[in-house]
């Protein structure tokens, strides 16, 4: 079996899991557990809290002390432990502790993930910017039929999810044993005390371009949760309308929202023409744009014929909205950094992303969510318009701050920080 297939069957595990719960947690704690919105957010804030230190710091073990392949798979078998406590939790406090020590775990995987697939496809002599949007697709494919087989067994509103999630982290711990040894790298006699510790990457904040693109990566993390946290909540609300209850987008939501990944696979297979044609901060603008327009449309959607299709168009424009920062993003910070820091720095990418962005968003969200509900209904065209609006200020903004020239050179041609 080729290398580009066992990183894809990789890349297919470690996003089922993801999508085994991510998108229907919310809907399970607010319908049956009957959390409050705050308590939802407090709860996915826990991804963002654990993204801030967890990969840099296992990114940075990985870069020097520990095989990246071994971290990985340790990581896996304490997802698959705290998943299926989490499975038994009523009380937000203790699902806040529990989804905390699981995101400590799950958060680093995804940068590992990253690093193993950079590592092998350049030990196999393969250009990354060509070869590894398909390997990742296969993530997104993965992420796909995990929500349609929650949606199908009906299990949106049930503990069966952190079941089936934790049953596919202990999977993916074993196959993890199988892929090629990913090597630490040796520390020079001469290297400084900031190089034997790994804070390499953070250089780069030294550098006023990378630390304008990480400031911006950071904000649109607290997008990417928003939508993450209450697309689902937002859908099963349409049960409240007695001329909606018995819709397809109230019986299988999750069928609905996965067409959001279907579109991510069609934008990852994009992203080499995009990147080498504009540069990143074209392609970051698109994602802004396409940020705004998800939320618009959730704002006007509904399930009836028109409302439907607008619904519909804010699913496809996620492909955009996601790739097109999440996957571009990575893929820049691989071109930019030597590769003595390369998981650092993936690591770093996903702290601003996942960590500080995502808990930001989760709380800050919840917090919106709230504000705009009244006796338990909540004005979710507000809500969304709010966070339309938010994203259309992040793209003007950036389009100012962020000074990027692109060159046929800065797609092909490794660069790197000083």
Same mark, same amino acid.
């Given at each position: 079996?080729?290398?580009?297939?066992?990183?894809?069957?990789?890349?297919?595990?470690?996003?089922?899991?993801?999508?085994?719960?991510? #998108?229907?947690?919310?809907?399970?704690?607010?319908?049956?557990?009957?959390?409050?919105?705050?308590? *939802?957010?407090? *709860?996915?804030?826990?991804?963002?809290?654990?993204?801030?230190?967890?990969?840099?710091?296992?990114?940075?073990? =990985?870069?020097?002390?520990?095989?990246?392949?071994?971290?990985?798979?340790?990581?896996?078998?304490?997802?698959?432990?705290?998943?299926?406590?989490?499975?038994?939790?009523?009380?937000?406090?203790?699902?806040?502790?529990?989804?905390?020590?699981?995101?400590?775990?799950?958060?680093?995987?995804? =940068?590992?993930?990253?690093?193993?697939?950079?590592?092998?496809? !350049?030990?196999?002599?393969?250009?990354?910017?060509?070869?590894?949007?398909? *390997?990742?697709?296969?993530?997104?494919?993965?992420?796909?039929?995990?929500? %349609?087989?929650?949606?199908?067994?009906?299990?949106?509103?049930?503990?069966?999810?952190?079941?089936?999630?934790?049953?596919?982290?202990? #999977?993916?711990?074993?196959?993890?044993?199988?892929?090629?040894?990913?090597?630490?790298?040796?520390?020079?006699?001469?290297?400084?005390?900031?190089?034997?510790?790994?804070?390499?990457?953070?250089?780069? /904040?030294?550098?006023?371009?990378? @630390?304008?693109?990480?400031?911006?990566?950071?904000?649109?993390?607290?997008?990417?949760?928003?939508? +993450?946290?209450?697309?689902?909540?937002?859908?099963?609300? /349409?049960?409240?309308?007695? !001329? /909606?209850?018995?819709?397809?987008?109230?019986?299988?939501?999750?069928?609905?929202?996965?067409?959001?990944?279907?579109? !991510?696979?069609?934008?990852?297979?994009?992203?080499?023409?995009?990147?080498?044609?504009?540069?990143?901060?074209?392609?970051?603008?698109?994602?802004?744009?396409? %940020?705004?327009?998800?939320?618009?449309?959730?704002?006007?959607?509904?399930?009836?014929?028109?409302?439907?299709?607008?619904?519909?168009?804010?699913?496809?424009?996620?492909?955009? =909205?996601?790739?097109?920062?999440?996957?571009?993003?990575?893929? /820049?910070? !691989?071109?930019?950094?030597?590769?003595?820091?390369? =998981?650092?720095?993936?690591?770093?990418?996903?702290?601003?992303?996942?960590?500080?962005?995502?808990?930001?968003?989760?709380?800050?969200?919840?917090? @919106?969510?709230?504000?705009?509900?009244?006796?338990?209904?909540?004005?979710?065209?507000?809500?969304?318009?709010?966070?339309?609006?938010?994203?259309?200020?992040?793209?003007?903004?950036?389009?100012?701050?962020?000074?990027?020239?692109?060159?046929?050179? +800065?797609?092909?041609?490794?660069? *790197?920080?000083?």
């Amino acid at each position: 079996m080729n290398i580009t297939t066992r990183l894809k069957m990789m890349s297919f595990m470690q996003y089922f899991i993801w999508g085994s719960w991510l #998108v229907t947690l919310g809907s399970y704690m607010i319908n049956t557990l009957h959390f409050t919105g705050s308590d *939802v957010g407090m *709860v996915y804030s826990s991804k963002g809290l654990a993204a801030i230190v967890m990969p840099s710091l296992v990114g940075i073990i =990985a870069d020097k002390w520990l095989r990246a392949d071994r971290a990985y798979m340790i990581c896996h078998l304490v997802c698959a432990v705290a998943l299926c406590y989490a499975a038994h939790i009523n009380e937000p406090g203790l699902m806040f502790w529990v989804m905390l020590i699981n995101a400590m775990a799950f958060m680093p995987t995804i =940068a590992l993930s990253n690093t193993i697939s950079y590592s092998c496809l !350049e030990q196999a002599g393969l250009d990354t910017v060509t070869h590894f949007p398909p *390997v990742r697709v296969y993530g997104t494919v993965g992420f796909i039929v995990a929500m %349609w087989t929650i949606s199908l067994m009906g299990v949106e509103l049930s503990n069966v999810q952190l079941y089936i999630a934790a049953g596919s982290s202990l #999977v993916l711990a074993l196959y993890s044993m199988t892929l090629p040894k990913i090597h630490v790298v040796q520390n020079k006699a001469s290297a400084t005390l900031i190089s034997k510790l790994g804070l390499d990457a953070f250089v780069l /904040f030294k550098q006023p371009r990378m @630390a304008v693109f990480f400031l911006f990566a950071m904000l649109l993390g607290a997008v990417l949760q928003i939508t +993450n946290t209450f697309g689902s909540p937002f859908l099963h609300d /349409f049960a409240r309308n007695p !001329e /909606f209850a018995n819709s397809f987008i109230v019986r299988y939501p999750s069928i609905l929202l996965s067409v959001s990944q279907m579109s !991510e696979v069609f934008f990852i297979l994009t992203i080499p023409y995009f990147l080498k044609r504009f540069g990143i901060k074209t392609v970051m603008m698109m994602s802004m744009i396409a %940020w705004m327009l998800r939320f618009g449309l959730f704002a006007f959607g509904d399930p009836s014929g028109m409302g439907f299709a607008l619904l519909m168009l804010s699913m496809i424009v996620y492909g955009c =909205a996601f790739d097109f920062f999440n996957i571009s993003g990575s893929v /820049f910070v !691989e071109q930019e950094v030597s590769s003595d820091i390369r =998981a650092s720095a993936q690591g770093l990418f996903m702290t601003m992303v996942n960590g500080v962005g995502a808990y930001l968003g989760a709380i800050l969200s919840g917090m @919106a969510v709230d504000f705009f509900s009244v006796d338990g209904v909540k004005d979710w065209q507000t809500i969304w318009l709010v966070f339309a609006a938010y994203a259309l200020m992040l793209a003007v903004i950036f389009w100012f701050s962020f000074h990027y020239r692109h060159t046929p050179e +800065n797609s092909t041609m490794r660069t *790197v920080a000083h």
